[in-house]
């Protein structure tokens, strides 16, 4: 009975096991290009049409241009709803059926003017602010999206303009809606990037990327790298050049980054053995060490904004230092390791010549210009400039004002005096002058009264301090102190 069983069945497994053969049937060995599918969820693949025609009709579809599905083929709202489809389509009265472009776009604004009502209904007549960000497209062009929150932006040049950019607009229609640059974005990136606005810097970090794409790519290449660099360690230490202890003198490996468009593929050895290389080296590495406190503190969760300022203005004076008292040094460090690592060193007091330009249109200058002028100057002034577009005077006066209402530590930045300053000099519009008299008296009842409030005295943030104000209803209280909260919240780094 068994064996009759297997016999019956096997007609049936076989006659499964033939479907997929008559589901993947090849399409006929000549298209007709006239009458190709054009839904894109409907028609076939290229590869699956005849090999000899394939490009003939990626051809016609190229030139057939965007699909653009017609009403009628896309009734999915009336067939899901009886209302909607006795009255569309073939249902519709002949001068109702919505189908022309124009009606449609007026829908569209109708739909958009009701979302701005009821965004303006839900904000009210409450402060707000917003952030701006964009990202770039395939084509590397800057594409900008809103949200309402605040006016704060990552830096790009078309937002942060100060008389042609998106700033200017809203400065000239609020003059109090200050610029804030967004302190969540990496600034150690931003100045990289500002200083490969000079052509030997960006020659400098495409060779870079170069040679550690080489060495990367080879197990054997890393592990000779490696093994030379811990030779070396062994020998600078033999002969007391550099100290031991722990966590120090670590060998490590190069992070491969992406390639870059452009990249030139020299010998890398004489990349690394030239002179230019060895000094856009030394230059970068003080700038990044310079910078590197200040962005490592605004890449904290938990940011100190008082501290960060101040960081901010150590920055500029130790850059601008750099770039007025510290040439000489430079020169000098970058000389001895270039004999050290048998690098020709190039005369300072020769005449510099610029291969790949006219020497007719070129200023005959030395080499010692060319270094310190185009290239030591240029990097330093770079960065400086990219410092005052983020976190220029006004900013930084507002944030540290701002701070004396931050509730951390017991509220012991706190000052009746910088309060009433921050408002006379930058929320003027926003109290009257009898008001500006009440809020000193009122911060002065806060001051003694908020900080020793059991529910209010372990805030952490001014965030959660303007929510216990209403929770606790001191907000009803101070009145005044709660408007000025709520417009310092509106700035995007609280």
Not at 99 to 106: L, V
Not at 116 to 121: G, V
Not at 200 to 225: G, M, Y
Not at 312 to 335: C, F, H, N, S, Y
Request: aromatic fraction near 8%; include cysteine; hydrophobic fraction near 40%.
């Amino acid at each position: 009975m068994c064996n009759v069983e297997v016999m019956v069945e096997q007609p049936q497994c076989a006659s499964v096991y033939e479907e997929p053969a008559l589901i993947n049937e090849q399409p006929p060995t000549r298209i007709d290009i006239a009458h190709l599918i054009r839904d894109p969820s409907n028609r076939p693949q290229i590869w699956e049409y005849p090999i000899n025609q394939q490009d003939e009709i990626r051809r016609a579809y190229i030139n057939l241009g965007p699909y653009q599905p017609l009403m009628s083929e896309y009734p999915l709202t009336a067939s899901y709803n009886e209302q909607v489809g006795a009255l569309v389509l073939d249902n519709a009265p002949q001068n109702a059926k919505y189908t022309s472009h124009q009606i449609q776009k007026e829908i569209l604004h109708v739909f958009a003017r009701n979302v701005q009502s009821s965004i303006h209904h839900e904000i009210g007549d409450a402060r707000f602010c917003l952030i701006v960000d964009e990202a770039r497209d395939e084509s590397r062009r800057e594409q900008m999206a809103l949200v309402i929150r605040g006016q704060g932006y990552d830096g790009a040049s078309n937002m942060r303009g100060e008389w042609n950019g998106l700033q200017a607009l809203f400065i000239n229609d609020c003059p109090y809606a200050y610029y804030v640059h967004c302190l969540a974005h990496q600034l150690q990136l931003a100045l990289i990037a500002a200083a490969r606005e000079i052509s030997d810097v960006h020659t400098f970090f495409q060779n870079l990327i170069f040679i550690i794409n080489i060495v990367s790519a080879s197990c054997k290449r890393n592990d000779e790298l490696r093994a030379f660099q811990a030779a070396t360690i062994e020998h600078l230490v033999d002969i007391g050049e550099i100290e031991t202890g722990k966590g120090v003198n670590q060998v490590g490996g190069l992070q491969r980054p992406e390639i870059a468009d452009g990249v030139r593929t020299s010998n890398p050895f004489a990349l690394l053995m030239s002179f230019d290389f060895a000094f856009i080296l030394h230059i970068m590495k003080n700038v990044m060490g310079i910078t590197d406190v200040l962005c490592q503190a605004l890449q904290q969760k938990s940011q100190d904004i008082l501290n960060a300022m101040h960081l901010v203005t150590t920055t500029k004076t130790l850059i601008q230092k750099l770039r007025d008292d510290g040439w000489e040094t430079l020169l000098e460090e970058v000389t001895s390791f270039c004999k050290h690592q048998d690098i020709e060193v190039p005369d300072m007091d020769a005449c510099f010549s610029n291969v790949g330009r006219s020497h007719r249109k070129t200023k005959s200058i030395t080499v010692e210009h060319h270094y310190r002028v185009d290239i030591f100057t240029a990097i330093i002034d770079q960065q400086l400039q990219e410092l005052n577009n983020r976190f220029n005077e006004q900013t930084i006066e507002l944030l540290k004002l701002s701070a004396t209402l931050d509730p951390k530590n017991n509220y012991k930045l706190f000052s009746v005096e910088d309060i009433c300053l921050l408002v006379d000099k930058f929320y003027p519009e926003d109290f009257s002058n009898q008001e500006k008299t009440h809020l000193r008296f009122q911060l002065q009842h806060y001051e003694l009264d908020v900080p020793n409030h059991p529910k209010l005295k372990n805030m952490s943030s001014i965030a959660d301090l303007c929510q216990g104000l209403v929770e606790t209803e001191k907000s009803t209280i101070y009145p005044l102190i709660d408007r000025l909260i709520r417009l310092i919240l509106t700035l995007p780094v609280q």
